[in-house]
């Protein structure tokens, strides 16, 4: 019984029904291949969480990032903010979802100032689906709204361009439309470059000396009368500007509201005849060509008829005068002769090189061109030798005079702060002995000219004064200084001019650049030298201050405190 | 057999359950991300804010009316500064120095 009972199950054994192999094969090979799957699975989760180098942070893809970059700052050379955004909303109304028009006015007017009740509630009872309420609502206007809990009420975030420091720097600044647009000034000169945003704009004006230059000029201007003022304080080596001061001036948070003349920007849009203070570049002119020498004397008694009519001096003298006193007493008859010596064309290159003839080049859109007659004949030499027969802007003079007391070298103005140390190109319009000889030429107008009431005790001020009658436009005063300091080494120009300042003093007097102009300078200068880090130089004689200028005062003196 | 089938289910399970974990791990990570995202920009705002109004409290004009009614100052003149130079001769750092040998002469 036991062989026939194994033949049929060795028989199943040798020949296994096909299915079920194949069925198992098949399941095998399933089985396989699903943990392939899950290995391979298992194996790239290992990869990427662990053996995976740390990327940049990611950035989550939740957050909504500002579509558009906000308005870039302006800043001056330290930093204050002179113009920003700050973030503001737009309250709008949906008509159709605002339950008591009535209501809903009374409580808005109550939280927002200036809010017509009557006038919004009949807004609100509009067909529209949208209705403006007010725009650039302050955070707590936003905070307060929203309180209310009036239903039909939005809101959408707006940026609104402030100016923290006011007027301050208004005709600099300038100010923008509602849309954030530059309408004028800096912001008008690099709209796009402050629409692109990202870092703020650093201007090379200092606030605290624009703060000082517009307090005196404000000043003088309520104690002279006088249609308008401008101030201007340059540095001689860099071009920058660090004040750029002109009144009246204007809120630039509501330009419209100030009067045109608020608005026009007499530093650098208007042109103006500016007088002696011209003689700066007339007696640089004269002795750097070498036809006048520092000793030549000239004669400021005999009237010079030209043009058909007479030119003759502020204060008539006699006989011949040194260069020096010349320029110090301001005299028209000498400069003409000192400008004659070098000649019509030479005086005509001499100028347009200086950069009398072509508009001021600064970092704005107003500025003024210059008016000059062409030809250029002997007549107009005559009188541009002492300011009249052109007109210019006070900064295309600040900017000649800075060239002449630098060493020589007219280096554009700029309103951009530049980087400190960094040498600037410019254009050589005199020699370095000539513009020593005119810093010691100022110098002599303030201690012994017309220039008195400049002098800041401790500073070397140097400079020249102005009082000029217009021929053209209303035909009003202008009366300014130009001075320099320390006049052993310029570092900086300061300039004031006063438009039609009153025309006669407390004794009868005219008032003259000497008398109106001077004395702001006198008392702008030792505000911001210690600002600008400029040190006195003491009183005490055997002081350290070398240059000629102070070797000489110290022999004069005989108790003089200056 | 059954041990072999038992071992590879549970072998998919656990790999699931990880994955599942994981993914809800990053997740909440992204959330958190994003929230921290929020407030940087909320903050780096209110610093800009900040500055805007720190300009405005430090104007010129307003420094200079704190000053009058808070502080005794007066304008610098050039007399008030001075330099080492002009300290009385004989004076100096060095001979000034307590410590040590040398004492100031009197």
Redesign the interface.
Known sequence: MSAPPREPRQRAASAPPPAIEIGRARSMLT?LL??LA?LV??LR?VEV?LLTPSRSP???T??E??AVSHRADIVDRNG???A?G??THLLFADPAIVLDADAAALRLAAVLPGLDAARTAARLRRPTRFVRLRRHLTPRQYYEVNRLGLPGLHFRPQRRR?F???A?AAHVVGFTDVDNRGLSGIERFFNARLGAGGAALALSID??V???VREELSAALARFGGTGAAGLVLDVASGEVLALVSLPDFDPHHPAAAPRSARFNRATLGVYEMGSTVKVLTAAMALDSGAVKPGDRFDVETPIRTGGYVIGDLTPRKGRLSVWEIFAYSSNLGMVRMARAAGTSRQRDFLARIGMFRPARIELPEIGTPLVPTPWRESNSVTAAYGHGIAVSPLQLASAVAAIVNGGVKVPTTLLRRPAGGRVAGRRIIGARTSARMQRLMRLAVTRGTGKRAAA???LVGGKTGTADQSTGTGGLIASFVAAFPMDAPRYVVLVMLETPKRVGKNGAKITGGKAAAPVVGRII??VA?LLGV?????APGS?RDGGILKVKAERRNGEAN | MRLNGIFWFGFAAALGSGYLYLTTRVQGMDTELARIEKRVIAEREAIHVLKGEWSYLTRPARIAKLARRHLNLTPITPRHIRTLADLPPGASPARTRIAGKRRPRR
Do not use: K
């Open positions: 089985r699903f943990g899950f699975v298992a989760l969480s990611h950035q989550s939740n957050v990032r500002p204050i903010i002179l920003t700050l973030p402030v923290p420091n006011g301050l606030v605290r624009q703060h000082a005790p401790g500073y030792p505000r210690p040190e006195p130089v003491l009183d350290h």
